[in-house]
């Protein structure tokens, strides 16, 4: 059986691991989320493989499958996000629903250079059957250059296994390598963590785009689930 700190470190797990993205932003497995939201209609699906080298190793599979539609002349982009985990030998399974808009006037997708949006998420422990976790985020996106992106989140979210909530905080970059003639590869960064924890958690990583609708990603982590283990990842995104 699952024992009660194996169920709150699944839904921190799933919390952690959840974002969406679009065709220019972090996204996939990174935790930082973009103010970009995609146009309406738009939809993609993204998968990814985490393993740690905690003894014995740590391991997460995702597949968030996502799409953009229009509720009162605003762009919601809405996400499913499918976890599941095998943490110290325990396996777990989350699903987490995630809705993300724009704030008027701070639309990242019309000037490209500042953006503001709204997010807001619920977990649901299907190891467990029960509700774990529910959030809420503002992120920010400004773009330096046309190569350079800075993202910075900031939010709050309760863990309904332990009551506890937590001021959550984010900050990322994004470089398009193409001034040093690689077009096609983005350097990725960031770090992230909560009022609750001392030490943060950290991600960075190289994104290849082939085509327009594909990303793969190959991303070094650390501490990602709390503990001061190492993680490799491996992720893909398809857009249509």
Known sequence: MVSYAHR????????????TNSAHAAGGAYAVDDAAVDSIGSCKAE???????HSPANRTAVISPSCTIGILNHRLE????????RTS?????????????PVPGFDFNANNTFGIAVTASASYNMTSD????????????????????????????????????????GAAFEF????????????????FGNDRERDPRAQLGFRFTPASKIDLDLIYGHRLTGQADNWLTAGMTLRF
């Open 176 to 191: 398009n390598l193409k001034p040093l003639g690689f077009e096609k590869l983005t350097l990725i960064g960031e770090t």
């Open 89 to 101: 030998g325990e396996y777990g399974s989350s699903i987490t629903i995630k809705g993300k808009t």
């Open 130 to 169: 029960r509700y774990s976790a529910v959030s809420v985020a503002l992120p920010f996106s400004i773009r330096i250059s046309e190569p350079l992106v800075l993202l910075a989140n900031f939010g709050h979210s309760h863990d309904q296994f332990s009551n506890t909530s937590s001021t959550n905080w």
């Open 78 to 85: 809405t996400s499913a996000t499918f976890s599941r985990m």
């Open 47 to 53: 998968a990814w493989f985490s393993t740690s080298d």
């Open 8 to 19: 709150t470190a699944f839904s921190v797990i799933a919390f952690a691991l959840l974002v």
